[in-house]
């Protein structure tokens, strides 16, 4: 007798319902018989026996009736039982997987870690990406509906200028001549400012908003509330602040008696009102500590600054009300900002105004790291197929080592579909197993990339969250289905008989086609990101050797912050700001005389800093050329100035001591500017009126090269420099030094020097130069870093694809190799035959892979610095370290083919 | 007790008498039918379709497993057992079952007693 499970398992008997009735009859008949037998052998006749055995069966009903009913409980326990067989059937197949699985730790691994780094480099970029893109900032409601606002201004004969900077006539121009917001709040940007006093002062951020901005973003207080209307009102506000979560656990321990006290910044007392809820980082993710009312702003950039056009500094932001669309707002902005226009600012009168998305950067572009994260999602999305590709083909291969298992299988009647789940089952679970080391990954991986290449984003909450776990899953699941799909289809499709007959050795041609075309995919792939990868790693190798004219690694920049002076009158100003620039000069010559100090400076305008445009007549010139990089731009320099920032001099004498308030008036002018204006001619001993039309003019007695002045990316422009103290109009000194040996080591001892010079002065800040280029640097630090790892990944995976499907490929053709052999090949043929392949499959992938990548290079290029997207030698270089890789990946195979013994291999039929 | 008046079988008590009758050898449907009738001398009131219903819940419960096999007259028929759960459900049934029949009967044979 055969067990009922495993009749059902090789399908010898159907369950179907007519079935199920048949043998409901089968059973009553006997029955009947039976009982009619019984009955006649006690003495009734046949007929009789008949009536009295149909009886009994059913006495109540009738026999059609029970029949009925018992058929119906047949049927029932058959759907019952067919489930509960059906469940069991799965969690067998599960064990077998596993077991399977288990069986060979090896490929597990493999495969695993294979999906894992695939799943897992997804992971961990669709968390940055949902941070930076999907979600919004913390505590902000419906940021989407929130619309950054932005200035375009047509400047005749230099071009189209955007930017997020506008004066708060246009903010008020906003809120009161629109209906397409349901709030419009403006803000400036992060300053940093001195919190207490003297040597105990700390440096914290401090941005300035108007009233209605923590309403339009829709945050709630944690504690106190938020700014009035009443209280934020031109032309004085009231001396108010809004404490951050951090710096209110950092600086007050969390103390909630801190409502109502008053803090000290920048000298002056501010009443601090509320605290904004954990982890609230504006609207921009970028560290606060401060929020004061715009109106209370000390000094304000004008004494007329909420009505005048000239002076720029706020940022705007809106919430559009329901079914406003960023068009129409923008529309709507830019008449009511035409409508309010009185003609003070000629470039105006053409303004357009749009309304961009909150991640936009402050020159209306997508923020380069939201788009390189996306490029970045992209490009870890193809590392999850090439590992994909991989893995199936890893799956293949091993379901043609299992043919004949599996033929066997089919044989014994287990049913196409129960094999497709059985390899489908194989593929989800070794995705999931991935999926779960993938999370691990995603761990390390979002946390490298948070720290190391966005330091500037202030991030909140792990990286790993709800959503991501989702995400992963998801990409899990989708991962298994890939993968366990091919081989599953490829298997139940298999001949029956053939496979019984051959075992794994011919395993079919067709096989073998589809997993080279796999590994080509692979090969292809890889070449697109490795491309990727070269592309980058060239373009911040270009921004690294940049010549930026100056040699900001090497210099400090230091500003202290001065205690609130309550000068009042001009007079008392004056008086201020010439002890304050005594206190420098003594600084200056203190630290001079350091011996820790190769060359120190004052300047009043600083690349990546500050930027200076005066007034400007020359000799020959009834108005200058201009040049789309703007200008030309000002700096007052003492005389080491160009040996402390390592500007080279190129022409002509620098300034000495001598040049100097009072000395006769010189400049010193740049190459553009020497080329600009003085084609074909020496500049030196021509004139400049620098600021008045008045005689005398500066006499131009030196040329130096050109330096960048904000960006690495900048069109050049006209730079003029004039000794320190020779300067009318312009302002805000920094003390720059060029310490020897590493600079930040010498802060402290800088800071100590300063601080001698004037003991009363607060916070004494200290920077290298370069921490100001290096955010414009990090983009593509990021975008060489990410493309580098996962470029690198790729060719790991697809290097190990190869050398799998390469060894499969020989192994399969062992027998023809033993024929060859027998025949008379050598060693060195056979070697040549598998190199060949294997070099060949490879081959192809590259010529694909470099063709994608010419064609994609258009998308990329943009992003790049300094180099083509179809750079030749990123194109060579690629294709040659992947060719090396191929070959090295079939040298083994190619190798072990060799070894090949030939009676073996002929007997082994 | 004569065949004629059988007491109506109380309900659930089936499933316990079926699977005592499998606890001795596998049966099919008849065999466990002329089995009990000839335990009770007839004395249990069941059609013969209720016993079937009876086999196809236990089979679906687990409690018994069918198979088919030859009768001794060479006739296809449905062989019921009781599978190690049946056994086990068997057990606990008697045990309900005595204490239950002993518990009625000590009710209802109580003599009067005075206070």
């Known amino acids: ?909 | 007790m004569p065949a004629s008046c059988p007491l109506p079988l109380v309900k659930g008590t089936l499933d316990a008498l079926v699977l005592k009758a499998l606890s001795w050898a596998p049966m099919h449907g008849f065999e466990i039918t002329a089995w009990l009738e000839e335990r009770s001398s007839g004395g249990l009131g069941v059609e013969d379709s209720a016993l079937y219903q009876a086999l196809y819940r236990l089979e679906e419960r687990e409690l018994v497993r069918a198979e088919w096999g030859i009768t001794g007259n060479n006739r296809r028929a449905r062989y019921y057992h009781l599978t190690a759960n049946g056994r086990t459900h068997l057990r606990a049934e008697t045990t309900r079952w005595v204490q239950y029949a002993e518990l009625v009967t000590e009710v209802l044979t109580a003599k009067r007693q005075r206070a």
């Open chain 1, 1 to 909: 007798m055969i067990r009922p499970g495993i009749r059902r398992a090789f399908r010898l008997v159907l369950w179907r319902r007519d079935n199920v009735a048949d043998r409901v009859d089968d059973e009553i008949a006997l029955h009947l018989d039976l009982r009619a037998a019984q009955l006649e052998r006690g003495g009734l006749s046949p007929a009789d026996a008949r009536a009295e055995a149909v009886r009994r069966f059913a006495a109540g009903g009738g026999t059609a009736t029970a029949r009925q009913a018992l058929v119906q409980a047949a049927s029932h326990r058959e759907t019952t039982m067919h489930e509960r067989e059906r469940l069991a059937a799965l969690w067998q197949d599960f064990r077998h997987s596993v077991r399977g699985i288990r069986r060979e730790p090896a490929f597990a691994v493999l495969v695993i870690v294979t999906l894992a780094l695939g799943i897992g480099a997804n992971a961990s970029m669709f968390g940055i990406l949902d941070r930076l893109l999907l979600r919004g900032p913390e505590h902000v409601v419906d940021s989407d509906r929130i619309a950054r606002m932005y200035q375009t201004t047509v400047v005749p004969g230099i071009g189209e200028f955007t930017g997020a900077t506008v004066g708060y006539v246009t903010y008020a121009d906003i809120r009161n001549g629109t209906r397409a917001f349901s709030e419009v709040a403006a803000y400036t940007g992060a300053q940093e400012m001195t919190l207490g006093h003297g040597a105990d002062a700390e440096q914290v951020r401090v941005r300035w908003v108007t009233w209605s901005y923590f309403p339009l973003l829709r945050v709630r207080p944690v504690l106190g509330r938020f700014f009035m209307e009443a209280e934020d009102r031109p032309p004085q506000g009231e001396a108010l602040a809004v404490l951050a979560y951090g710096a209110w656990q950092r600086v007050f321990g969390g103390d909630s008696a801190v409502i109502g006290r008053d803090v000290t910044l920048g000298g002056r007392m501010y009443a601090i009102v509320g605290i904004a809820p954990e982890s609230f980082t504006g609207h921009a993710r970028e560290p606060t500590d401060f929020w004061l009312p715009v109106s209370a702003r000390v000094p304000q950039p004008t004494d007329d600054w909420a009505t005048t056009r000239f002076a720029q500094w706020l940022e705007v932001i809106g919430r559009l009300k329901p079914g406003v669309t960023f068009d129409q707002a923008s529309g709507e902005a830019t008449a009511a900002h035409q409508r309010a226009y009185d003609g003070s600012v000629d470039y105006e009168a053409e303004a357009r105004l749009s309304m961009r998305p909150l991640w936009f950067d402050g020159r209306g572009q997508e923020a380069l790291e939201v788009s390189v994260s996306r490029w970045l999602l992209g490009v870890s999305v193809i590392v999850l197929l090439i590992a994909c590709a991989n893995v199936a083909n890893l799956l293949l291969a091993r379901a043609v080592k299992r043919r004949r298992e599996i033929a066997v299988r089919l044989a014994l009647g287990i049913g196409r579909a129960r094999l497709l789940r059985l390899l489908l089952l194989e593929g989800v679970l070794l995705a999931g197993a991935g999926g779960a080391v993938g999370v691990l990954v995603a761990l390390w991986g979002g946390q490298f990339v948070r720290a190391t290449l966005l330091p500037n984003v202030e991030w909140s909450g792990a990286p790993v969250d709800g959503r991501m776990l989702l995400f992963t899953a998801a990409a899990t699941m989708l991962t298994g289905i890939l993968v366990g799909l091919l081989p599953a289809l490829m298997a139940s499709r298999q001949n029956l008989t053939s496979a019984l007959k051959e075992g794994s050795r011919q395993a079919g041609s067709a096989r073998g086609g589809v997993r080279i075309g796999l590994t080509v995919a692979q090969a292809a792939l890889s070449m697109v990101l490795l491309v990727g990868a070269g592309l980058f790693i060239q373009s911040l190798r270009n921004v690294r050797n940049l010549d930026l004219g100056i040699e900001p690694e090497r210099v400090l920049t230091i500003r202290p912050s001065w205690l609130a002076s309550g000068a009042r009158s001009p007079d008392e100003q004056e008086s201020e700001n010439r002890r304050r620039n005594d206190v420098r000069v003594r600084a200056l010559e203190r630290i001079r005389a350091h011996a820790g100090v190769e060359s120190a400076a004052l300047t009043i305008g600083l690349p990546f800093n500050s930027r200076f445009t005066v007034r400007l007549r020359v000799s020959g010139y009834d108005s200058l050329p201009r040049l789309s990089g703007g200008g030309p731009y000002v700096q007052a320099v003492t005389s080491d100035y160009f040996a402390t920032v390592g500007t080279r001099r190129t022409s002509g004498r620098v300034f000495t001591p001598a040049d100097r308030a009072g000395s006769e008036p010189v400049a010193i002018v740049s190459e553009t500017m020497a080329r600009t204006l003085w084609p074909g001619a020496d500049p030196i001993g021509s004139c400049l009126f620098v600021g008045s039309d008045e005689p005398p003019c500066s006499r131009i007695v030196g040329v130096v090269r050109d330096t960048h002045r904000d960006a690495l990316r900048e069109d050049p422009a006209m730079q003029y420099y004039i000794p320190f103290g020779q300067e009318r109009g312009i302002g805000g000194t920094t003390l720059l030094v060029r310490p020897r040996g590493v600079p930040m080591a010498a802060a402290e001892s800088m800071r100590a020097e300063v601080r001698a010079a004037d003991p009363t002065l607060g916070y004494i800040h200290v920077e290298t130069l370069q921490e100001r280029i290096d955010p414009q640097v990090r983009p593509w630090r990021l975008g060489a870093t990410m493309f580098g790892i996962f470029g690198a990944l790729a060719l790991l995976v697809a290097a190990v694809g190869l050398y799998s499907v390469m060894s499969y490929t020989a192994a399969q053709r062992s027998h023809e190799m033993g024929v060859r052999m027998a025949l008379g090949a050598e060693a060195r043929d056979i070697r040549r035959l598998i190199l060949r392949a294997g070099v060949g499959t490879a081959a192809a992938g590259v010529a694909i892979g470099a063709m994608l990548a010419w064609m994609g290079g258009r998308f990329v290029e943009e992003l790049l610095f300094g180099t083509s997207a179809r750079n030749g030698m990123v194109f060579g270089a690629v294709a040659s370290c992947l060719m090396i890789v191929a070959v090295a990946a079939s040298l083994i195979p190619a190798r072990r083919a060799t070894r090949v013994n030939p009676v073996v291999a002929l007997r082994a039929e």
